[in-house]
T-cell receptor, first 116, second 120 residues
């Protein structure tokens, strides 16, 4: 069965410092991985995705994520955090294997708090 | 343009009311989705339409009735809801390529801003 884990409910970081939001996954085939951000009372905004190719994926608003097949991880990173990055972040996965129904499987979400 | 619009933004209804949520996209996407999201939780898939046909129903109670009148519009008709149905309802869309009836695993879903529903 497909699953996604975001081990931290909340991540706190000071403005200007690098940030990492962790995500690990479990699929039977090749993973297709996505990151979304949700600001209060808003819908989900797509940040980036990994399908194939370069393990380092660059996305919107200066975010990037590194795919690590051996560790089954897809951590979201940003070199210098902004207060405006404070939001709820979701990692999601789809499976390329026969179990794929096209459904996105979401992690439980990580709240990022960036303090001035 | 990756915009999905939803109306209304907020909706308050009684348990005996009938109301509808509307979703619209003009990106030429042929897959459209309804999700339900409780506070600080991940979205839960409710329905998927592909090529205007219902392809996935996640065992949603019949008091929720989806409709896809054309390739740009998706409605969710609500009737006799319960207070526990109060949530943010999100619409999403994605391109649909390949074999009809299959949802490509690589396609990105783009979400609307949601309708905040309160059932009294």
């Amino acid at each position: 069965a497909q699953s996604v884990a975001q081990p931290e409910d909340q991540v706190n970081v000071a403005e200007g410092n690098p940030l990492t939001v962790k995500c690990t996954y479990s699929v039977s085939g090749n993973p297709y991985l996505f990151w979304y951000v949700q600001y209060p009372n808003r819908g989900l905004q797509f940040l980036l995705k990994y399908i194939t190719g370069d393990n380092l994926v660059k996305g919107s608003y200066g975010f990037e994520a590194e795919f690590n097949k051996s560790q089954t991880s897809f951590h979201l990173k940003k070199p210098s955090a902004l207060v405006s990055d404070s939001a709820l972040y979701f990692c999601a996965v789809r499976d390329s294997g026969s179990s794929n129904t096209g459904k996105l499987i979401f992690g439980q979400g990580t709240t990022l708090q960036v303090k001035p | 343009d990756t915009e999905v619009t939803q109306t209304p933004k907020h909706l308050v209804m009684g348990m005996t009311n009938k109301k509808s949520l509307k979703c619209e996209q003009h990106m030429g996407h042929r897959a459209m989705y309804w999700y339900k999201q409780k506070a600080k939780k991940p979205p839960e898939l409710m329905f998927v339409y592909s090529y205007e046909k219902l392809s996935i129903n996640e065992s949603v109670p019949s008091r929720f009735s989806p409709e896809c009148p054309n390739s740009s519009l998706l409605n969710l008709h609500l009737h006799a809801l319960q207070p526990e149905d109060s949530a943010l309802y999100l619409c999403a869309s994605s391109q649909l390529r390949g074999v009809p009836g299959q949802l490509p695993a690589t396609d990105t879903q783009y979400f609307g801003p949601g309708t905040r529903l309160t059932v009294l």
